[in-house]
């Protein structure tokens, strides 16, 4: 069964750096989300993607941060300067638009910022 | 902004019985309700989903129940397992850019 792919696993980073976390959808699909869960605490809705343009995205989405489908296949989330805050689980997800608004999660990337 | 408030934070139950977690969603526009279960260190799983045209779901031992009119939502599990122990959200989307709000997660445990 397909299955959405992140890559790193566990990213660390300095303070004011720069980070991409790298997804790669279904390849089918064609709406594409980030969420972030800090560590226990619920699943928090950053940004939806759909048609190479961004389709909702949430206060906390702010220019920090940018989304970039650079390719058919990889769908990134920038973060460009890091702060300790930002230290949480963040998960891909993708849907199709075929009638079926299931969104398939992707294993999430760790970022912790230091 | 848009909310969903769930409850109650924690369940125990002991195994066999029922479980019922309950949500409420603020954003009218919203017209897609999915519930996740989330182990601990994993990604959250799709267990069942409604629609708003839809009152009620069932697949196997879940349920789930939407009144639209008072915007409630409900997860029901019956013969609960000791594998059905996790976290288990609520979400509201409205699909017309697919802005998907959880709930705050309530942790079931089921009791052997």
């Known amino acids: 069964e397909p299955e959405v792919t992140q890559t790193p696993s566990h990213q660390v980073t300095q303070m004011g750096q720069e980070v991409i976390l790298r997804c790669v959808p279904i390849s089918n699909h064609l709406y594409f989300y980030w969420y972030r869960q800090i560590l226990g605490q619920k699943v928090e809705f950053l940004v939806s993607?759909?048609?190479?343009?961004?389709?909702?995205k949430s206060e906390i989405f702010d220019d920090q941060f940018s989304v970039e489908r650079p390719d058919g296949s990889n769908f990134t989330l920038k973060i460009r300067s890091t702060k300790l805050e930002d230290s949480a689980m963040y998960f891909c997800?993708?849907?199709?638009?075929?009638?079926?608004?299931?969104?398939?999660f992707g294993p999430g990337t760790r970022l912790t910022v230091t | 902004g848009e909310n969903v408030e769930q409850h109650p934070s924690t369940l125990s139950v002991q195994e066999g019985d029922s479980a019922v977690i309950k949500c409420t969603y603020s954003?009218?526009?919203?017209?897609?309700f999915p519930w996740y279960k989330q182990e601990l260190g994993k990604r959250p799983q799709l267990i069942i989903d409604i629609r708003s045209n839809v009152g009620e779901k069932k697949d196997q031992r879940i349920a789930v129940t939407l009144n639209k009119t008072a915007k409630h939502f409900s997860l029901h599990i019956t013969e609960t397992q000791p594998e059905d122990s996790a976290v288990y959200f609520c979400?509201?989307?409205?699909?017309?850019?697919?802005?998907?709000?959880f709930g705050a997660g309530t942790r079931l445990f089921v009791k052997a």
């Open positions: 954003d009218s526009a919203s017209n897609y």
């Open positions: 997800a993708s849907s199709d638009d075929r009638g079926s608004y299931e969104q398939y």
């Open positions: 979400a509201a989307t409205y699909t017309g850019g697919f802005k998907t709000i």
């Open positions: 993607f759909y048609n190479n343009e961004i389709s909702e």
